[in-house]
């Protein structure tokens, strides 16, 4: 089993991200405070901090014909599961910086990929991989 990660961001709203991470992304909410709430965010912990000054950079890397958005986090779903997620995040007309896409087509790593911001501009990158055995491949 994959020990669990802890990754605490900055948002500027709190209540808006709050909403977004419960309700688009349907985290279960953990303990919090009038300035953080923690998430069960796929099964890993997700703390969002208040932080009034924050600015988001926008920074990019080309990758595979598309600007990767740097820094990133998400996490590395099932196919089937990373599937449901793109047609209900294109449902809830979710503003893509990459539309769900599959990267590195026919080669090593091959891999579904979807790229969103959340409401104060933190990029998350949600991905899949038909098989997971290739998913530190070279």
């Known amino acids: 089993m994959v020990q669990p990660f802890h990754l605490a961001i900055p948002v500027k709203d709190l209540a808006l991200c709050r909403n977004f991470y419960r309700e688009v992304l349907q985290c279960k909410e953990g303990r919090s405070s009038d300035h953080w709430v923690d998430f069960d965010f796929f099964g890993h912990q997700l703390v969002i901090h208040q932080k009034d000054d924050y600015v988001p950079q926008r920074i990019s890397n080309p990758v595979d014909g598309h600007d990767v958005p740097v820094p990133h986090f998400g996490v590395v779903l099932a196919w089937e599961d990373w599937t449901k997620l793109a047609e209900q995040l294109q449902r809830k007309r ?16 091959e891999q579904a990929t979807m790229f969103f911001n959340d409401p104060e501009g933190n990029a998350l990158e949600f991905k899949a991989f038909k098989d997971i055995n290739q998913l530190f491949a070279k």
């Open 94 to 109: 979710i503003k893509f910086v990459i539309a769900p896409n599959i990267r590195f087509q026919g080669k090593v790593g």
